[in-house]
């Protein structure tokens, strides 16, 4: 004579909680690398990187000067470095004055 396997009620439930569970980790695993190549594949694509770069500042070609923004805990001791500096006189290659301000 053959036994045959009846599921409990208790056990079809947790079979379908663990396929549930399985279902939506399978899902959430689809979605997150989908959304990872997408947002590659959007940066590899569209435009030039260097596009969205903030525009720096900009200086005459031959300028031998230098500007330097400093926080003002800082801009005591800069200064008095920058003023060491200027009395040097330093020149560049081509005999412009650097300034440092």
Do not use: K
């Not at 470095?81 to 081509?94: I, Y």
């Amino acid at each position: 004579m053959q036994r045959q396997h009846r599921m409990t009620a208790q056990q079809r439930r947790n079979l379908l909680i663990a396929l549930a569970a399985l279902v939506g980790s399978a899902l959430v695993c689809v979605s997150a690398a989908g959304g990872l190549f997408f947002w590659l594949g959007q940066r590899a694509f569209t435009g030039d990187p260097l596009d969205n770069l903030a525009v720096g500042p900009t200086w005459a070609v031959d300028s031998a000067e230098l500007t330097v923004a400093v926080s003002p805990v800082m801009a005591p001791v800069l200064s008095q470095l920058a003023d060491t500096f200027n009395r040097q006189n330093q020149r560049t290659a081509d005999g412009q004055i650097m300034v440092v301000r």
